[in-house]
Protein backbone atom coordinates (compact mmCIF):
# COMPACT_ATOMS: atom_id res chain seq x y z
CA UNK A 1 0.00 0.00 0.00
CA UNK A 2 1.32 3.55 -0.95
CA UNK A 3 2.46 5.00 1.92
CA UNK A 4 0.90 8.06 1.52
CA UNK A 5 -2.82 6.37 1.90
CA UNK A 6 -1.62 4.72 4.25
CA UNK A 7 -0.85 8.15 6.35
CA UNK A 8 -4.64 8.74 5.38
CA UNK A 9 -5.93 6.12 6.98
CA UNK A 10 -4.25 7.21 10.89
CA UNK A 11 -5.07 11.05 10.07
CA UNK A 12 -1.48 11.82 10.13
CA UNK A 13 0.46 14.80 9.44
CA UNK A 14 2.71 14.30 7.19
CA UNK A 15 6.50 16.86 8.02
CA UNK A 16 9.18 14.98 5.66
CA UNK A 17 9.86 13.42 2.82
CA UNK A 18 9.71 13.45 -1.15
CA UNK A 19 6.93 13.96 -3.16
CA UNK A 20 8.28 11.43 -5.59
CA UNK A 21 8.23 8.60 -3.23
CA UNK A 22 4.90 6.79 -3.90
CA UNK A 23 6.77 3.78 -1.45
CA UNK A 24 4.73 0.70 -1.01
CA UNK A 25 4.71 -0.17 2.59
CA UNK A 26 3.83 -3.87 3.09
CA UNK A 27 4.21 -4.43 6.79
CA UNK A 28 4.32 -1.90 10.03
CA UNK A 29 6.49 -2.66 12.93
CA UNK A 30 6.12 -0.63 16.84
CA UNK A 31 8.87 -0.41 18.94
CA UNK A 32 10.49 1.89 21.60
CA UNK A 33 13.92 0.78 21.34
CA UNK A 34 16.15 0.88 18.51
CA UNK A 35 17.74 -2.69 18.34
CA UNK A 36 14.18 -3.55 17.89
CA UNK A 37 13.28 -1.12 15.37
CA UNK A 38 16.61 -1.59 13.24
CA UNK A 39 16.05 -5.75 13.62
CA UNK A 40 12.70 -5.08 11.82
CA UNK A 41 13.69 -2.62 9.70
CA UNK A 42 13.28 -3.23 5.98
CA UNK A 43 12.68 -1.40 2.72
CA UNK A 44 8.51 -1.79 2.62
CA UNK A 45 8.58 -1.86 6.45
CA UNK A 46 6.80 1.55 8.25
CA UNK A 47 8.58 1.74 11.82
CA UNK A 48 6.45 3.49 14.32
CA UNK A 49 7.70 4.72 17.50
CA UNK A 50 7.51 7.34 19.76
CA UNK A 51 11.29 7.72 19.46
CA UNK A 52 12.11 10.85 17.66
CA UNK A 53 16.22 10.86 18.17
CA UNK A 54 18.50 11.40 14.89
CA UNK A 55 19.81 8.16 15.59
CA UNK A 56 16.08 7.30 14.09
CA UNK A 57 16.71 8.51 10.89
CA UNK A 58 20.32 7.22 10.41
CA UNK A 59 18.93 3.64 10.90
CA UNK A 60 16.14 4.27 8.60
CA UNK A 61 18.73 4.99 5.82
CA UNK A 62 20.83 2.27 7.07
CA UNK A 63 18.09 -0.11 6.29
CA UNK A 64 16.23 1.94 3.64
CA UNK A 65 13.13 2.43 5.45
CA UNK A 66 11.19 4.32 3.45
CA UNK A 67 9.27 6.07 6.48
CA UNK A 68 8.69 6.41 9.90
CA UNK A 69 5.14 7.52 12.12
CA UNK A 70 5.75 9.05 15.67
CA UNK A 71 2.66 8.66 17.71
CA UNK A 72 0.23 10.84 20.53
CA UNK A 73 0.58 14.21 17.73
CA UNK A 74 4.08 14.88 19.52
CA UNK A 75 5.55 16.82 17.09
CA UNK A 76 9.08 15.80 15.75
CA UNK A 77 12.01 18.43 16.57
CA UNK A 78 13.05 20.77 13.96
CA UNK A 79 16.08 18.63 13.68
CA UNK A 80 14.51 15.49 13.49
CA UNK A 81 12.70 17.04 10.23
CA UNK A 82 15.66 18.68 8.97
CA UNK A 83 17.68 14.87 8.90
CA UNK A 84 14.74 13.01 7.61
CA UNK A 85 14.22 15.57 4.97
CA UNK A 86 18.34 14.89 3.87
CA UNK A 87 18.04 11.28 4.05
CA UNK A 88 14.53 11.41 2.09
CA UNK A 89 12.45 9.69 4.82
CA UNK A 90 9.05 10.57 5.20
CA UNK A 91 7.95 11.41 8.81
CA UNK A 92 4.33 10.77 9.77
CA UNK A 93 2.67 12.08 13.17
CA UNK A 94 0.03 9.86 13.79
CA UNK A 95 -2.27 11.51 16.63
CA UNK A 96 -2.98 7.87 17.97
CA UNK A 97 -1.42 6.12 20.49
CA UNK A 98 1.66 3.22 19.55
CA UNK A 99 -0.76 0.65 20.04
CA UNK A 100 -3.54 2.38 18.66
CA UNK A 101 -1.34 3.70 15.53
CA UNK A 102 0.00 0.17 14.95
CA UNK A 103 -3.55 -1.96 15.29
CA UNK A 104 -5.20 0.86 12.68
CA UNK A 105 -2.21 0.54 10.09
CA UNK A 106 -1.81 -3.50 10.29
CA UNK A 107 -5.90 -3.48 9.94
CA UNK A 108 -5.37 -0.98 6.63
CA UNK A 109 -2.46 -3.33 5.11
CA UNK A 110 -4.75 -6.25 5.77
CA UNK A 111 -7.64 -4.88 4.34
CA UNK A 112 -5.62 -3.55 1.06
CA UNK A 113 -3.94 -6.90 0.51
CA UNK A 114 -7.46 -8.44 0.45
CA UNK A 115 -8.76 -5.80 -1.87
CA UNK A 116 -5.73 -6.30 -4.69
CA UNK A 117 -5.92 -10.41 -4.53
CA UNK B 1 41.26 -6.06 1.69
CA UNK B 2 40.12 -4.15 4.36
CA UNK B 3 38.48 -1.32 5.53
CA UNK B 4 38.47 0.70 8.66
CA UNK B 5 36.41 3.58 10.15
CA UNK B 6 37.10 5.65 13.61
CA UNK B 7 34.52 5.64 16.00
CA UNK B 8 34.57 8.40 18.48
CA UNK B 9 32.53 7.06 22.09
CA UNK B 10 30.08 9.69 23.35
CA UNK B 11 29.38 11.06 19.91
CA UNK B 12 25.53 10.54 19.70
CA UNK B 13 25.53 13.20 16.37
CA UNK B 14 27.94 10.90 14.41
CA UNK B 15 27.34 7.92 15.66
CA UNK B 16 26.98 5.61 12.42
CA UNK B 17 28.57 7.17 9.98
CA UNK B 18 31.09 4.56 9.82
CA UNK B 19 28.74 1.74 9.25
CA UNK B 20 27.04 4.19 6.49
CA UNK B 21 30.43 4.75 4.95
CA UNK B 22 30.51 0.59 5.02
CA UNK B 23 27.52 0.33 3.33
CA UNK B 24 28.67 2.47 0.51
CA UNK B 25 31.76 0.48 0.06
CA UNK B 26 29.67 -2.76 0.48
CA UNK B 27 27.53 -1.49 -2.45
CA UNK B 28 30.39 -0.85 -4.75
CA UNK B 29 31.61 -4.56 -5.00
CA UNK B 30 27.55 -5.37 -4.99
CA UNK B 31 27.16 -6.58 -1.89
CA UNK B 32 22.96 -6.46 -1.23
CA UNK B 33 19.73 -8.29 -0.20
CA UNK B 34 20.10 -10.22 3.27
CA UNK B 35 23.52 -10.20 3.35
CA UNK B 36 23.85 -6.43 3.62
CA UNK B 37 21.24 -6.25 5.85
CA UNK B 38 22.87 -8.13 8.45
CA UNK B 39 26.40 -6.57 8.06
CA UNK B 40 23.68 -2.93 8.58
CA UNK B 41 22.25 -4.22 12.16
CA UNK B 42 25.55 -6.10 12.93
CA UNK B 43 27.94 -3.02 12.34
CA UNK B 44 25.35 -0.33 13.63
CA UNK B 45 24.91 -2.13 17.33
CA UNK B 46 28.84 -2.71 17.29
CA UNK B 47 28.85 0.94 16.37
CA UNK B 48 26.55 1.81 19.03
CA UNK B 49 27.83 -0.12 21.82
CA UNK B 50 31.73 1.90 21.45
CA UNK B 51 29.71 4.93 20.98
CA UNK B 52 27.55 4.53 23.96
CA UNK B 53 30.12 2.72 26.51
CA UNK B 54 33.38 3.85 25.04
CA UNK B 55 36.05 6.87 24.52
CA UNK B 56 37.45 5.65 21.11
CA UNK B 57 37.07 2.16 18.57
CA UNK B 58 37.72 1.37 15.32
CA UNK B 59 35.53 -0.64 13.01
CA UNK B 60 37.72 -2.97 10.36
CA UNK B 61 35.82 -4.78 7.46
CA UNK B 62 38.09 -7.62 5.86
CA UNK B 63 36.19 -8.95 2.81
CA UNK B 64 37.33 -12.00 0.78
CA UNK B 65 35.79 -13.93 -1.90
CA UNK B 66 33.84 -15.91 0.84
CA UNK B 67 33.63 -13.81 3.82
CA UNK B 68 32.67 -10.49 5.16
CA UNK B 69 34.56 -10.33 8.35
CA UNK B 70 33.55 -7.13 10.83
CA UNK B 71 35.73 -6.23 13.70
CA UNK B 72 35.40 -3.51 16.20
CA UNK B 73 37.84 -2.89 18.84
CA UNK B 74 37.21 -0.12 21.45
CA UNK B 75 38.86 1.51 24.19
CA UNK B 76 36.07 0.81 26.98
CA UNK B 77 35.46 -0.06 30.84
CA UNK B 78 34.88 -3.51 29.24
CA UNK B 79 32.37 -6.18 29.98
CA UNK B 80 32.55 -8.26 33.73
CA UNK B 81 30.45 -10.98 32.70
CA UNK B 82 30.27 -11.41 29.15
CA UNK B 83 27.39 -14.49 29.59
CA UNK B 84 25.14 -11.80 31.25
CA UNK B 85 25.69 -9.17 28.50
CA UNK B 86 24.76 -11.81 25.94
CA UNK B 87 21.36 -12.14 27.41
CA UNK B 88 18.63 -9.93 26.00
CA UNK B 89 17.32 -7.40 28.18
CA UNK B 90 20.76 -6.97 30.02
CA UNK B 91 22.34 -3.22 30.02
CA UNK B 92 24.59 -1.10 31.71
CA UNK B 93 23.61 1.74 29.32
CA UNK B 94 23.75 5.28 30.77
CA UNK B 95 20.60 7.25 30.98
CA UNK B 96 20.98 9.55 28.01
CA UNK B 97 21.39 6.35 25.79
CA UNK B 98 18.36 4.74 26.89
CA UNK B 99 16.38 7.71 26.77
CA UNK B 100 17.27 8.05 23.13
CA UNK B 101 16.10 4.06 22.97
CA UNK B 102 19.14 2.28 23.10
CA UNK B 103 19.91 0.20 26.30
CA UNK B 104 17.09 -2.46 25.95
CA UNK B 105 20.24 -4.85 25.90
CA UNK B 106 19.95 -6.40 22.33
CA UNK B 107 22.81 -4.78 20.93
CA UNK B 108 24.73 -7.94 21.55
CA UNK B 109 22.43 -10.43 20.89
CA UNK B 110 21.37 -9.01 17.60
CA UNK B 111 24.74 -9.04 16.36
CA UNK B 112 25.17 -12.44 17.12
CA UNK B 113 22.15 -13.34 15.32
CA UNK B 114 22.89 -12.10 12.54
CA UNK B 115 26.73 -13.14 12.32
CA UNK B 116 27.34 -16.87 11.28
CA UNK B 117 30.36 -16.93 13.29
CA UNK B 118 30.39 -14.57 16.75
CA UNK B 119 33.24 -14.20 18.97
CA UNK B 120 34.02 -11.31 21.74
CA UNK B 121 36.45 -10.61 23.74
CA UNK B 122 36.88 -8.61 26.66
CA UNK B 123 39.44 -7.16 29.26
CA UNK B 124 37.99 -5.10 31.93
CA UNK B 125 39.41 -1.27 32.24
CA UNK B 126 41.37 -2.52 29.13
CA UNK B 127 38.15 -2.52 26.14
CA UNK B 128 36.35 -4.78 24.21
CA UNK B 129 36.88 -6.66 20.90
CA UNK B 130 33.86 -8.18 18.71
CA UNK B 131 34.37 -10.36 15.55
CA UNK B 132 31.16 -10.98 13.74
CA UNK B 133 31.58 -12.98 10.09
CA UNK B 134 29.18 -13.39 7.52
CA UNK B 135 29.37 -15.74 4.56
CA UNK B 136 28.84 -13.78 1.52
CA UNK B 137 28.25 -17.47 0.08
CA UNK B 138 24.56 -17.09 0.70
CA UNK B 139 24.49 -14.04 -1.66
CA UNK B 140 21.68 -13.95 -4.16
CA UNK B 141 23.25 -14.74 -7.61
CA UNK B 142 24.35 -10.92 -8.66
CA UNK B 143 22.93 -9.56 -11.09
CA UNK B 144 24.29 -6.64 -12.26
CA UNK B 145 21.93 -4.17 -13.77
CA UNK B 146 23.29 -2.11 -16.52
CA UNK B 147 23.74 1.53 -16.08
CA UNK B 148 21.48 2.95 -18.25
CA UNK B 149 23.59 4.14 -21.16
CA UNK B 150 23.77 8.11 -21.55
CA UNK B 151 26.07 6.88 -24.98
CA UNK B 152 24.92 9.06 -27.63
CA UNK B 153 28.05 10.52 -28.34
CA UNK B 154 29.73 10.17 -31.68
CA UNK B 155 33.69 10.52 -31.94
CA UNK B 156 35.81 11.22 -34.74
CA UNK B 157 39.30 10.28 -33.31
CA UNK B 158 41.19 10.93 -36.30
CA UNK B 159 40.45 14.70 -36.16
CA UNK B 160 42.29 14.07 -32.53
CA UNK B 161 45.43 16.59 -32.26
CA UNK B 162 45.63 15.39 -28.77
CA UNK B 163 45.72 18.61 -27.06
CA UNK B 164 44.40 16.81 -23.63
CA UNK B 165 41.85 19.32 -23.04
CA UNK B 166 38.89 17.25 -23.01
CA UNK B 167 40.88 14.75 -21.23
CA UNK B 168 40.45 17.56 -17.86
CA UNK B 169 37.22 18.78 -18.73
CA UNK B 170 34.88 15.45 -18.82
CA UNK B 171 33.27 15.78 -15.77
CA UNK B 172 33.34 11.84 -14.65
CA UNK B 173 36.47 11.09 -15.94
CA UNK B 174 35.38 8.77 -18.64
CA UNK B 175 37.49 9.98 -21.58
CA UNK B 176 40.80 8.31 -22.00
CA UNK B 177 43.29 9.32 -24.86
CA UNK B 178 45.14 6.49 -27.00
CA UNK B 179 47.52 6.54 -30.06
CA UNK B 180 44.12 5.85 -32.10
CA UNK B 181 42.81 8.95 -30.39
CA UNK B 182 40.20 9.61 -27.40
CA UNK B 183 37.51 6.84 -26.59
CA UNK B 184 35.14 7.33 -24.10
CA UNK B 185 34.27 4.63 -21.13
CA UNK B 186 30.68 4.29 -21.65
CA UNK B 187 29.23 3.61 -18.11
CA UNK B 188 30.89 6.83 -16.93
CA UNK B 189 29.79 9.21 -19.71
CA UNK B 190 26.92 11.28 -18.63
CA UNK B 191 26.04 12.35 -22.10
CA UNK B 192 26.69 16.39 -21.23
CA UNK B 193 28.05 18.66 -24.05
CA UNK B 194 31.80 19.42 -21.76
CA UNK B 195 34.17 17.57 -24.45
CA UNK B 196 32.05 19.10 -27.20
CA UNK B 197 32.56 22.59 -25.67
CA UNK B 198 35.61 22.31 -25.32
CA UNK B 199 37.35 20.37 -28.67
CA UNK B 200 38.04 22.57 -31.29
CA UNK B 201 38.39 19.81 -33.82
CA UNK B 202 35.35 18.77 -33.60
CA UNK B 203 35.89 15.41 -32.28
CA UNK B 204 32.89 14.69 -30.37
CA UNK B 205 29.15 15.20 -31.77
CA UNK B 206 26.10 13.77 -31.69
CA UNK B 207 25.68 10.72 -33.75
CA UNK B 208 24.75 11.02 -37.76
CA UNK B 209 22.01 13.17 -38.31
CA UNK B 210 18.51 12.04 -38.14
CA UNK B 211 16.31 13.05 -41.41
CA UNK B 212 13.31 15.24 -40.45
CA UNK B 213 9.96 13.35 -41.24
CA UNK B 214 8.65 13.74 -44.62
CA UNK B 215 5.36 14.36 -43.42
CA UNK B 216 4.91 17.39 -40.81
CA UNK B 217 1.25 18.99 -41.25
CA UNK B 218 -0.19 19.59 -38.02
CA UNK B 219 3.05 18.76 -36.55
CA UNK B 220 4.63 20.68 -33.29
CA UNK B 221 8.98 21.77 -33.49
CA UNK B 222 10.37 21.68 -29.60
CA UNK B 223 13.50 23.59 -29.80
CA UNK B 224 15.48 25.87 -26.74
CA UNK B 225 15.27 29.36 -27.79
CA UNK B 226 19.19 29.21 -27.92
CA UNK B 227 18.90 27.56 -31.12
CA UNK B 228 16.49 30.28 -32.48
CA UNK B 229 19.08 32.29 -31.46
CA UNK B 230 22.00 30.83 -33.13
CA UNK B 231 20.73 30.77 -36.26
CA UNK B 232 19.16 34.26 -36.43
CA UNK B 233 22.60 36.00 -34.93
CA UNK B 234 21.30 38.94 -34.41
CA UNK B 235 18.60 39.24 -37.47
CA UNK B 236 15.03 38.91 -37.21
CA UNK B 237 13.99 35.75 -35.72
CA UNK B 238 11.12 36.04 -37.78
CA UNK B 239 12.52 34.83 -40.92
CA UNK B 240 13.16 31.53 -39.20
CA UNK B 241 9.62 31.27 -38.04
CA UNK B 242 8.71 31.43 -41.45
CA UNK B 243 11.27 28.93 -42.67
CA UNK B 244 9.79 26.83 -39.69
CA UNK B 245 6.77 27.24 -41.25
CA UNK B 246 7.81 26.23 -44.94
CA UNK B 247 9.48 23.02 -43.52
CA UNK B 248 5.78 22.05 -42.84
CA UNK B 249 5.85 22.50 -38.97
CA UNK B 250 2.21 24.01 -37.44
CA UNK B 251 3.24 25.29 -34.52
CA UNK B 252 6.67 26.14 -32.89
CA UNK B 253 7.27 26.00 -29.10
CA UNK B 254 9.98 26.82 -26.73
CA UNK B 255 11.84 24.28 -24.46
CA UNK B 256 11.92 26.34 -21.84
CA UNK B 257 8.14 26.68 -21.57
CA UNK B 258 8.86 23.25 -19.78
CA UNK B 259 11.60 24.67 -17.75
CA UNK B 260 9.33 26.51 -16.55
CA UNK B 261 6.91 24.68 -15.49
CA UNK B 262 9.19 22.38 -13.89
CA UNK B 263 10.84 25.10 -11.74
CA UNK B 264 7.19 25.76 -10.95
CA UNK B 265 6.10 22.57 -9.66
CA UNK B 266 9.06 22.38 -7.81
CA UNK B 267 8.68 25.01 -5.85
CA UNK B 268 5.80 24.27 -4.69
CA UNK B 269 7.24 21.41 -3.13
CA UNK B 270 10.04 23.17 -1.78
CA UNK B 271 8.66 23.48 1.86
CA UNK B 272 8.20 19.23 2.27
CA UNK B 273 11.64 17.96 0.50
CA UNK B 274 15.57 17.08 0.86
CA UNK B 275 17.50 20.42 0.96
CA UNK B 276 18.94 21.88 -1.89
CA UNK B 277 16.16 20.67 -3.89
CA UNK B 278 17.39 19.89 -7.53
CA UNK B 279 14.91 20.07 -10.27
CA UNK B 280 15.93 17.55 -12.90
CA UNK B 281 16.15 20.61 -15.61
CA UNK B 282 19.15 18.81 -17.12
CA UNK B 283 19.15 15.09 -18.07
CA UNK B 284 23.07 14.76 -17.69
CA UNK B 285 23.01 16.10 -14.65
CA UNK B 286 20.35 13.56 -13.27
CA UNK B 287 23.04 11.12 -14.72
CA UNK B 288 25.48 12.34 -12.86
CA UNK B 289 23.64 12.50 -9.43
CA UNK B 290 23.09 8.85 -10.13
CA UNK B 291 26.93 7.72 -11.13
CA UNK B 292 28.47 10.03 -8.67
CA UNK B 293 26.80 11.41 -6.18
CA UNK B 294 23.96 8.96 -4.95
CA UNK B 295 23.37 10.04 -1.45
CA UNK B 296 21.56 13.38 -3.01
CA UNK B 297 18.85 10.99 -5.24
CA UNK B 298 16.59 11.62 -2.66
CA UNK B 299 17.09 15.62 -3.38
CA UNK B 300 16.16 15.25 -7.14
CA UNK B 301 12.74 16.06 -8.02
CA UNK B 302 10.10 13.27 -9.31
CA UNK B 303 9.79 14.81 -12.39
CA UNK B 304 11.19 13.75 -16.09
CA UNK B 305 13.77 16.96 -17.54
CA UNK B 306 11.86 19.56 -19.60
CA UNK B 307 12.57 18.39 -23.17
CA UNK B 308 11.13 14.63 -22.10
CA UNK B 309 8.22 15.94 -20.93
CA UNK B 310 7.66 18.19 -24.14
CA UNK B 311 8.32 14.59 -25.82
CA UNK B 312 5.05 13.92 -24.00
CA UNK B 313 2.83 16.47 -24.07
CA UNK B 314 1.33 16.01 -27.30
CA UNK B 315 -0.28 12.60 -27.36
CA UNK B 316 -2.19 13.18 -30.44
CA UNK B 317 0.26 15.08 -32.67
CA UNK B 318 3.25 14.73 -34.16
CA UNK B 319 5.97 16.09 -32.13
CA UNK B 320 9.95 17.13 -33.53
CA UNK B 321 12.14 18.01 -30.55
CA UNK B 322 15.45 19.31 -31.25
CA UNK B 323 17.80 17.79 -28.43
CA UNK B 324 20.95 19.72 -26.78
CA UNK B 325 23.21 17.01 -25.48
CA UNK B 326 24.11 13.35 -26.31
CA UNK B 327 21.92 12.61 -22.74
CA UNK B 328 18.66 14.60 -24.93
CA UNK B 329 19.75 12.41 -27.57
CA UNK B 330 19.75 9.01 -25.57
CA UNK B 331 16.73 10.12 -23.49
CA UNK B 332 14.34 10.88 -26.67
CA UNK B 333 15.87 8.34 -28.76
CA UNK B 334 14.27 5.44 -26.05
CA UNK B 335 10.81 6.97 -26.27
CA UNK B 336 10.82 7.46 -30.41
CA UNK B 337 10.35 4.20 -31.36
CA UNK B 338 6.59 5.51 -32.53
CA UNK B 339 5.91 7.78 -35.82
CA UNK B 340 4.48 10.74 -33.49
CA UNK B 341 8.07 11.50 -31.56
CA UNK B 342 10.69 12.29 -33.64
CA UNK B 343 14.17 13.34 -32.17
CA UNK B 344 16.33 16.05 -34.14
CA UNK B 345 19.99 17.50 -34.22
CA UNK B 346 20.61 20.75 -34.53
CA UNK B 347 22.94 20.41 -37.27
CA UNK B 348 19.71 18.80 -39.35
CA UNK B 349 17.71 21.28 -38.34
CA UNK B 350 19.49 23.89 -39.26
CA UNK B 351 20.44 22.20 -42.52
CA UNK B 352 17.26 21.98 -43.17
CA UNK B 353 15.96 25.37 -42.03
CA UNK B 354 18.53 27.70 -43.86
CA UNK B 355 18.13 27.60 -47.69
CA UNK B 356 14.47 28.75 -46.31
CA UNK B 357 15.04 31.85 -44.60
CA UNK B 358 17.18 33.31 -47.02
CA UNK B 359 14.37 35.31 -48.53
CA UNK B 360 12.87 38.44 -46.35
CA UNK B 361 9.99 37.79 -44.54
CA UNK B 362 6.63 38.50 -45.85
CA UNK B 363 4.70 38.63 -42.71
CA UNK B 364 3.61 36.94 -39.21
CA UNK B 365 2.41 33.93 -40.17
CA UNK B 366 4.06 32.09 -37.04
CA UNK B 367 4.27 33.00 -33.33
CA UNK B 368 6.57 32.15 -31.11
CA UNK B 369 5.81 31.93 -27.06
CA UNK B 370 6.99 34.17 -24.40
CA UNK B 371 8.41 32.29 -21.45
CA UNK B 372 8.39 34.46 -17.95
CA UNK B 373 11.80 33.54 -15.83
CA UNK B 374 10.92 33.85 -12.39
CA UNK B 375 13.91 35.30 -10.33
CA UNK B 376 13.10 32.91 -7.74
CA UNK B 377 13.87 33.64 -3.96
CA UNK B 378 17.29 34.39 -3.12
CA UNK B 379 17.83 30.43 -1.09
CA UNK B 380 17.08 29.72 -4.55
CA UNK B 381 20.73 28.88 -6.20
CA UNK B 382 21.71 28.33 -10.15
CA UNK B 383 25.02 26.79 -11.05
CA UNK B 384 25.50 26.07 -15.11
CA UNK B 385 29.26 24.66 -16.33
CA UNK B 386 30.27 21.13 -15.62
CA UNK B 387 33.37 22.57 -13.25
CA UNK B 388 30.99 24.83 -11.34
CA UNK B 389 28.44 21.56 -10.88
CA UNK B 390 30.73 19.59 -9.75
CA UNK B 391 31.56 21.56 -7.07
CA UNK B 392 28.34 22.43 -6.08
CA UNK B 393 27.55 18.73 -5.95
CA UNK B 394 29.93 18.30 -3.37
CA UNK B 395 29.41 21.31 -1.50
CA UNK B 396 25.50 19.52 -1.52
CA UNK B 397 26.95 16.15 -0.24
CA UNK B 398 28.60 17.73 2.60
CA UNK B 399 25.79 19.26 3.41
CA UNK B 400 27.13 23.10 2.79
CA UNK B 401 24.35 23.71 1.38
CA UNK B 402 20.97 22.68 2.98
CA UNK B 403 20.07 26.28 3.60
CA UNK B 404 19.37 26.23 -0.28
CA UNK B 405 16.25 25.91 -1.22
CA UNK B 406 15.94 24.52 -5.19
CA UNK B 407 20.00 24.24 -6.77
CA UNK B 408 19.16 24.95 -10.11
CA UNK B 409 21.86 22.99 -12.17
CA UNK B 410 22.93 22.07 -15.77
CA UNK B 411 25.91 21.07 -17.06
CA UNK B 412 25.61 23.33 -20.48
CA UNK B 413 27.46 27.02 -19.39
CA UNK B 414 24.15 28.65 -19.80
CA UNK B 415 21.68 25.90 -19.60
CA UNK B 416 20.06 23.52 -22.81
CA UNK B 417 19.89 27.38 -24.59
CA UNK B 418 23.69 27.24 -24.73
CA UNK B 419 24.65 24.14 -25.71
CA UNK B 420 27.58 24.03 -27.49
CA UNK B 421 26.15 22.15 -30.20
CA UNK B 422 24.87 25.22 -31.84
CA UNK B 423 25.66 28.10 -29.52
CA UNK B 424 29.49 29.09 -29.37
CA UNK B 425 28.69 31.23 -25.98
CA UNK B 426 25.85 31.77 -23.59
CA UNK B 427 26.51 35.62 -23.62
CA UNK B 428 26.31 35.99 -27.27
CA UNK B 429 23.11 33.77 -27.72
CA UNK B 430 21.39 35.53 -24.85
CA UNK B 431 22.20 38.78 -26.87
CA UNK B 432 21.12 37.19 -30.25
CA UNK B 433 17.63 36.53 -28.49
CA UNK B 434 17.18 39.85 -27.47
CA UNK B 435 18.10 41.09 -30.44
CA UNK B 436 16.50 39.13 -32.92
CA UNK B 437 12.89 38.35 -30.86
CA UNK B 438 10.62 40.43 -32.03
CA UNK B 439 7.24 38.66 -31.38
CA UNK B 440 5.92 38.47 -27.47
CA UNK B 441 3.00 35.99 -26.27
CA UNK B 442 2.77 34.75 -23.18
CA UNK B 443 1.60 30.69 -22.90
CA UNK B 444 1.69 29.10 -20.13
CA UNK B 445 0.56 25.25 -20.92
CA UNK B 446 3.16 23.83 -20.50
CA UNK B 447 3.39 20.99 -17.68
CA UNK B 448 5.53 18.24 -15.96
CA UNK B 449 5.59 14.71 -16.31
CA UNK B 450 6.00 12.74 -13.52
CA UNK B 451 8.64 10.16 -13.40
CA UNK B 452 7.78 6.39 -14.41
CA UNK B 453 11.48 4.73 -13.53
CA UNK B 454 12.46 5.44 -10.20
CA UNK B 455 16.05 7.25 -9.68
CA UNK B 456 18.62 4.58 -9.06
CA UNK B 457 22.58 4.71 -8.29
CA UNK B 458 23.88 4.09 -11.70
CA UNK B 459 26.16 0.83 -11.09
CA UNK B 460 27.83 1.35 -14.41
CA UNK B 461 31.19 1.84 -12.65
CA UNK B 462 30.92 -1.93 -10.37
CA UNK B 463 34.66 -3.34 -11.32
CA UNK B 464 33.17 -6.62 -11.62
CA UNK B 465 29.99 -8.94 -11.03
CA UNK B 466 31.91 -11.92 -9.08
CA UNK B 467 32.20 -10.34 -6.06
CA UNK B 468 35.54 -11.75 -4.80
CA UNK B 469 36.89 -10.87 -8.22
CA UNK B 470 35.38 -6.60 -7.01
CA UNK B 471 37.20 -7.02 -3.96
CA UNK B 472 40.50 -8.08 -5.34
CA UNK B 473 40.24 -5.31 -7.62
CA UNK B 474 39.35 -2.75 -5.48
CA UNK B 475 42.46 -3.73 -3.63
CA UNK B 476 44.93 -3.64 -6.29
CA UNK B 477 43.49 -0.25 -7.59
CA UNK B 478 43.98 1.06 -4.38
CA UNK B 479 47.93 -0.53 -3.59
CA UNK B 480 48.58 0.90 -7.13
CA UNK B 481 47.03 4.31 -6.80
CA UNK B 482 49.74 4.49 -3.84
CA UNK B 483 52.22 3.35 -5.92
CA UNK B 484 51.86 5.66 -8.93
CA UNK B 485 53.48 9.64 -8.64
CA UNK B 486 50.15 11.02 -8.21
CA UNK B 487 50.91 14.20 -10.59
CA UNK B 488 47.45 13.44 -12.31
CA UNK B 489 49.35 14.75 -15.58
CA UNK B 490 47.38 12.50 -18.11
CA UNK B 491 50.51 11.40 -20.04
CA UNK B 492 48.82 7.86 -19.59
CA UNK B 493 45.94 9.23 -21.36
CA UNK B 494 43.63 8.99 -18.11
CA UNK B 495 42.97 12.38 -16.65
CA UNK B 496 44.62 11.44 -13.06
CA UNK B 497 46.50 8.62 -11.13
CA UNK B 498 43.70 6.97 -9.59
CA UNK B 499 42.12 6.34 -13.17
CA UNK B 500 45.00 4.92 -14.65
CA UNK B 501 45.27 2.37 -11.63
CA UNK B 502 41.18 1.26 -12.11
CA UNK B 503 42.29 1.37 -16.14
CA UNK B 504 45.07 -0.94 -15.64
CA UNK B 505 43.84 -3.47 -12.83
CA UNK B 506 41.00 -3.97 -15.27
CA UNK B 507 42.94 -4.38 -18.06
CA UNK B 508 42.39 -1.29 -20.00
CA UNK B 509 45.97 0.01 -20.27
CA UNK B 510 49.44 -1.13 -19.45
CA UNK B 511 51.23 0.29 -16.04
CA UNK B 512 54.04 0.78 -18.79
CA UNK B 513 51.80 3.48 -20.05
CA UNK B 514 52.78 5.66 -16.90
CA UNK B 515 55.88 7.06 -18.14
CA UNK B 516 57.23 8.03 -14.97
CA UNK B 517 56.73 4.95 -12.95
CA UNK B 518 57.01 2.44 -15.67
CA UNK B 519 59.20 0.53 -13.97
CA UNK B 520 58.11 0.83 -10.60
CA UNK B 521 54.50 0.22 -10.99
CA UNK B 522 52.75 -3.20 -11.44
CA UNK B 523 49.18 -4.07 -10.94
Not at chain 2, 148 to 171: Q, V
Not at chain 2, 366 to 375: F, K
Amino acid sequence: MDIHALARTIRSIEYAGSPRENREITRVHASNTMSELIAHAASDTLLVTALDNCQLIRVAELMDVPGICLVSNAPPSPDFVAKAAEAGTTILVSPLSLEKTMCTLRDALKLADRTST
Amino acid sequence: MTLSYRIAGGDFDSAGLATRKLKEHLARIGVSGPILRRAMIASYEAEMNVVIHAKTGTLWARLDDTTLDLEIADEGPGIPNVELALREGWSTASAQARQMGFGAGMGLPNIRRNSDLFEIETRVGRGTRIRSTIRLSQQEEVTIPRAESAMALAISPGRCRRCMRCLFTCPTGAIRIGSAGPTVREPLCVGCTACIGECESAVFGLPAPRLLPRDLRGAVLVVPRGFLAGLSAGSSIQRILQAVRRLGFAEIRLAEEWEAALLRAARESVGNVPRPFIPPLCSAIVALVESRFPSLIPHLGPWLPPIESAGEEFPLRSVAVLASCPSQYAALGKTSLTDRLHVLSPSSLADSLRPLFAEEPTGADMSLPDVTESTGDPAEVAVSGARHVLKALAAAEAGALADVSLLRLSLCEGGCSASPLFCPDAQLSARFWQAGHGLRETRDAAGVVPRARAYAQRVGMRLDPDMGQAIRKLSAIDTLSKALPGRDCGACGAPGCAAFAEDVVMGAAGAADCPYAAKEVSP
